[in-house]
């Protein structure tokens, strides 16, 4: 199975400036066959369900502004939040599509500093 | 608009059952993969089955194979998640939720929840 690690699992930032979560997977979620990677990721607000904000790694969802960014490849991957906003405090949560058991990492709190 | 609502959580001792249904509106559910996916209290995210369109091919997590039968009604709009010998862990919010076409796993659409609590 393959597992997701997520750094850091919690994070302060102050409004306006850079947020950057991390996540890494103990196995390559990249297909060679049509190089994409698959991989997720999800915002969860307090006492909501999560919100999908990317997939395909960097492909960003209908809606979501463009101040979220996911790259990377393999095994190493990356949401930047470009220019962080209060409403943006949430946990973050990466998946991996690539193969059952899909997994999600283990979550990084975001907080306004 | 899309909306996904989940019904039947509640109280159930260890061992006892448990089913889930979800009701989709605002699309038509047999275009979908579908799926469930629970969250213990204060913890992350977990997968637990998704289930595909017309063949009805289902996926199941170790954790809860072979106990858990995820199913669908595509005439009532709706997807179920029967849950067995449910034990003490299974306590969690559970999720329905909507597989994005073309991307097996990723979920774009999700109900509010519904608690299942395990315990004597």
């Known amino acids: 199975d393959i597992v997701m690690t997520q750094s850091p699992d919690s994070l302060a930032v102050s409004l306006g400036e850079r947020a950057t979560i991390n996540c890494k997977s103990s196995q390559s979620v990249l297909y060679s066959s049509n190089n994409k990677n698959y991989l997720a990721w999800y915002q969860q607000k307090p006492g909501q369900p999560p919100k999908l904000l990317i997939y395909w790694a960097s492909t960003r969802e209908p809606g979501v502004p463009d101040r979220f960014r996911g790259s990377g490849s393999g095994t190493d991957f990356t949401l930047t939040i470009g220019s962080v906003q209060a409403e943006d405090v949430a946990v973050y949560y990466c998946q991996q599509y690539y193969s059952v058991p899909y997994a999600f990492g283990q979550g990084t709190n975001l907080e306004i500093k | 608009q899309v909306q996904l609502v989940e019904s039947g959580g509640g109280l159930v001792k260890p061992g006892g059952s448990l089913t889930l249904s979800c009701a989709a509106s605002g699309f038509t559910l047999s275009d979908y993969y579908m799926g469930w996916v629970r969250q213990a209290p204060g913890k992350g995210l977990e997968w637990i089955s998704h289930i595909t369109g017309s063949r009805q091919t289902r996926f199941y997590a170790g954790s809860v194979k072979g106990r858990f039968t995820i199913s669908r009604d595509n005439a009532r709009n709706s997807l179920y998640l029967q849950m067995d010998s449910l034990r003490v862990e299974d306590t969690a919010v559970y999720y329905c939720?909507?597989?994005?076409?073309?991307?097996?796993?990723?979920?774009?659409?999700w109900g509010q929840g519904t608690l299942v609590t395990v315990s004597s």
């Open positions: 939720a909507r597989v994005v076409v073309g991307a097996t796993g990723v979920f774009d659409c």
